[in-house]
């Protein structure tokens, strides 16, 4: 049976296994970047799983450069009746490269409805770009974002730099505020300036820690927005008192949906033709696909100087 590569979690850790060719109805995407994610690196403490890694890809079809959306909504349950796809009692279980596999293999098979166009001059390589900005995409939909808005963003991972890039680009003051000289770096070639002083319209935790939220609580104005953009992966404790008093609105995102009647994950597309130089910000180490389990120490590793590590077969 004719086989490729493809990264796992094995009883040894994060490798590069051989799995058959993908089969079935869909569409056959040959990969060309993959990014790791920080919800990849705790997959990886969760143990071996059966699941090739990779939510954040772009590849080509037939030659054509494409990126993936790796949610798929059912259009049928409540949350998909009533227009919120984003929570999809279907689409949360099904996604790529979490609950099925992914894009970190040679090749993979997805649905046509999973495909994502790209503007003109949008290489493959760039084109995992487009799901972490749709994440953005969707968090600045749910708010009445307007421009001259003041927006904090507390961690300079991959989530809080394209958050700080699209606030800009809608007009908005941003200051972020990060733990490591490489991400305040990349902050600063996104425009973002690293002292906040004052309080925010939107204050948003995109590192996913107890210490980012209350950060970014303290950094709210009252009646602001307090976004969690950043995932809890346990319980969290919350500065209660000023939460309430404040009478801050939270709002958490995870994924994308749709908005005005359009996939926010093909917003997102049209975004990345716009927001130059954001790849260039973000990306810090490329490894080929035999390097995975590299790929993915560096990655944990933040002494490494890593903000985004992309795997390319």
Request: aromatic share 4%; glycine share 12%; hydrophobic share 45%.
């Amino acid at each position: 049976m004719p086989s490729m590569r493809a990264v796992r979690c094995t009883e040894a850790g994060v490798a590069v296994v051989d799995v058959a060719e993908p089969e079935g109805q869909g569409v056959l995407v040959e990969v060309a970047s993959v990014g790791i994610c920080g919800s990849d690196l705790h997959l990886v403490d969760m143990g071996p799983r059966p699941v090739t890694f990779g939510h954040e890809v772009g590849g080509t079809v037939d030659g054509r450069p494409v990126a993936i959306c790796p949610v798929r909504y059912c259009g049928d349950c409540p949350s998909c009746r009533k227009g919120a796809t984003s929570v999809c009692q279907l689409g949360s279980n099904t996604v790529v490269g979490i609950h099925r596999d992914g894009g970190m293999a040679d090749r993979l098979i997805v649905e046509a409805d999973c495909l994502v166009e790209l503007p003109a001059g949008v290489a493959a390589a760039d084109a995992w770009l487009v799901e972490p900005i749709a994440v953005g995409v969707h968090a600045f939909e749910a708010l009445p974002l307007e421009p001259d808005m003041r927006v904090a963003i507390v961690g300079g991972g991959t989530v809080g730099l394209v958050a700080a890039a699209l606030a800009r680009h809608r007009g908005c003051e941003v200051d972020l505020v990060a733990r490591h000289p490489h991400q305040q770096a990349a902050a600063r070639r996104l425009g973002a300036g690293l002292e906040p002083s004052g309080k925010y319209d939107v204050a948003m935790d995109a590192a996913g820690t107890e210490s980012a939220a209350r950060e970014a609580i303290r950094l709210c104005r009252p009646g602001g927005w307090f976004v969690i953009a950043g995932i809890y992966w346990g319980d969290v404790t919350l500065p209660g008192l000023a939460l309430t008093l404040k009478e801050l609105k939270v709002l958490p995102v995870v994924y994308y949906g749709h908005v005005r009647g359009e996939r926010e994950i093909d917003v997102a597309a049209r975004l990345l033709g716009e927001l130059g130089g954001l790849g260039e910000a973000l990306v810090t180490h490329r490894f080929p696909l035999h390097r995975a389990a590299e790929a993915f120490a560096t990655a944990a590793d933040k002494a490494s100087g890593a903000i985004k590590v992309l795997v390319e077969p």
